[in-house]
């Protein structure tokens, strides 16, 4: 397997005491301003259960050096969960989500609350912008979303980036459970879209899934809309789509069997005439997550919208799991991936690598 050498690698965040670093975005402005976003867990690694910040690192060199830690958002008892991060590139405003979990009791709430309660106790989506490339972020602002009144664990997607059509409309990643467990209910992934930059959302496209939030998406030049989902059934395969350009249906949902699945979320981002992905190169054949297939990070490319990829070029041999990806008008792609250890965690550290898009694979 080919292994790549980035042209610049940084750890922007290390697991230290009782702070854990997951859920991972990044964003390269129009400006070529570096954002390198990640949820702070205060207390532990795991997903529900302790105080949650979300924190940045910007770099305004193209990822050669970056600025301190800051902390964009933070509520007592709360578990700031990331979301997406989407650019209007005709404004230049940045926009974060963020969902406000409730630090104590945060599963049992989520799993088992309509929406239309969690509206009520502000246990909702929240949004935050910046004007000025990232440098400061107003204040969160609540977002209520168009999800059924009755859906449970309904919110934002988890971390890495949306997207921008042609036309100007933004797209996000959404998902919400119907029935009141999401271990027994009824899933579905969905996208969320803007056309007045953000200020107001609907619901677009929405379908079952085997997972919930976890998608990433890209609008090919001149193309239909390419979505790969994490699939938590067996196989071991990514499940894929194309839909149409408005971001308002999912095509057929089928399983790719060029891209494995290890059970973990993965990211997409376009260059000239070139989708890029990643995720870890190691198939859970039985599916269901594991710690196990979480390692190996590796990038692939596809020249036709995601129907012929490329073979994988290796970025990180050892622990590995979410990552996101953005490619730079300057011949470059930038990767934030969690990593750790063979002998450690993929929740020990969040790096960056900014590599030359023309040393990554193409197919044949």
């Not at 005491?17 to 129009?30: E, F, H, N, Q």
């Not at 570096?34 to 990822?63: A, C, K, Y």
């Not at 009520?120 to 989506?125: E, T």
């Not at 929405?206 to 997972?211: F, L």
Request: aromatic share 8%; hydrophobic share 30%.
């Amino acid at each position: 397997m080919q292994k790549l050498e980035p042209e610049t690698e940084h750890v922007l965040f290390r697991h230290e005491d009782d702070d854990w670093y997951r859920i991972v975005s990044l964003a390269v402005t129009p400006r070529g301003t570096v954002l390198g976003f990640s949820g702070r867990r205060r207390g532990g690694p795991g997903d529900f259960g302790h105080e949650t910040d979300v924190v940045l690192r910007r770099s305004t060199d193209g990822g050669r050096t970056f600025g301190p830690p800051q902390t964009i958002a933070h509520e007592s008892r709360t578990d700031i969960h990331p979301g997406p991060v989407v650019i209007d590139r005709q404004s230049g405003r940045i926009l974060k989500f963020c969902r406000f979990w409730p630090a104590e009791d945060g599963e049992q709430v989520v799993r088992t609350t309509p929406y239309s309660h969690m509206i009520k106790s502000r246990r909702i989506d929240h949004v935050m912008v910046s004007d000025d490339d990232g440098e400061s972020w107003s204040k969160p602002r609540r977002l209520e979303l168009p999800f059924p009144h009755d859906a449970t664990s309904a919110a934002t997607g988890n971390g890495i980036h949306g997207i921008q059509l042609d036309s100007g409309r933004l797209l996000i990643q959404g998902g919400f459970c119907m029935g009141l467990d999401l271990g027994s209910g009824q899933r579905h992934n969905c996208v969320l879209y803007s056309d007045d930059g953000g200020e107001t959302w609907d619901r677009g496209a929405t379908a079952c899934s085997a997972s919930v939030r976890e998608f990433c998406m890209a609008a090919p030049e001149g193309g239909r809309i390419y979505y790969n989902f994490r699939n938590n059934a067996t196989g071991g395969r990514r499940m894929v789509s194309w839909g149409e350009p408005d971001g308002l249906t999912f095509g057929r949902i089928r399983e790719e069997p060029q891209l494995p699945e290890p059970v973990c979320h993965a990211s997409l981002a376009t260059a000239p005439g070139l989708l890029i992905f990643s995720n870890p190169d190691v198939a859970a054949e039985s599916g269901g997550f594991s710690p196990e297939t979480r390692r190996r990070l590796a990038l692939r490319t596809s020249p036709d919208a995601g129907r012929t990829w490329s073979r994988p070029a290796l970025l990180w041999p050892e622990r590995a799991a979410y990552s996101d990806l953005a490619a730079d008008e300057e011949g470059y792609v930038h990767c934030i991936y969690e990593r750790g250890p063979e002998d450690g965690t993929y929740r020990d550290e969040v790096a960056y690598a900014r590599l030359p898009l023309d040393s990554l694979p193409r197919p044949g």
